[in-house]
């Protein structure tokens, strides 16, 4: 999976469990309805779809801005904020698409029950150039951040996480590595407010991590440091101490910490292949927790 390195420490951001997280959180009305899947894997090979959302009550209409396409299938790809959905990234994906409805397991999907998404940082330019001039579909900003795609079989969008609203999707709008004090600010008091921030550690993570100047920030503010500290409490010590960059301590020290973190992540549900992800752990040794 794609990561992002910090520019202080060069360690790696694990994007993609917190943008899973992400959409977990933005959808988090309608969690009865639907099926999240991290990481699908299409074949023994490299070959995996980012997010999968399947709807389990397929009339259900979603009434968030970037679900309103969605069908049975909804398949989404994500690149971390300094990466790009590239041309070549939007056919990769589309023929994930066709390979899903090939699998064994899905053999009751249609083509027509698929949406595909594409999640970036930026306006889509290149992308979206590509398949009007190329391709002759229709590109639309529908609302802000959002430009759906008209004239493939398959519903399409395409999605600048920035330019999204920060009321209706604070989750994904704030997966960001250029966020101020003030946002970080109000992102924490949303978590807090949800009192849920053990659940969504991943995404704590990598947003303490790509903000590190914005987070001392933060910390100078008179009456913002001790309810950050709290959330970190929740989270985990592991959580707190990645996230404030105590991460200088003996080799030892850092694999008590990974350890710890995975612990904790596995009495929270998560996956462990996500948990892959957040500490690097290999596979086999975090399933061996779990037993």
Known sequence: METTDTPEKGKPIQWHPAFFQAIKLELDEYRHVLEFIYDYQLTTGPQRIDVVVIKKTENIHIKKNFAAIFRKDNLLEYKSPDEYISVKDFYKVYGYACQYIQLEENKEVDISDLTLSFVESRYPQELIKHLTEKRNFTVEERCPGIYTVEGDIIPIQLIDSRKLSAEENLWLKELDNRLTALQMRRLTEEIWRLGNAAQIAAYINAIMQANQKSLEEMYKMSDSALTLDEVFVKVGAAARWEARGKAEGKAEGRAE???????????????????????????ETIKAMNK
């Open 257 to 283: 910490g990974k350890t710890e973190i995975a612990r904790n992540a596995l009495s929270k549900g998560l996956s462990p292949e996500m948990i892959r992800d957040i500490t690097g752990l290999d596979l």
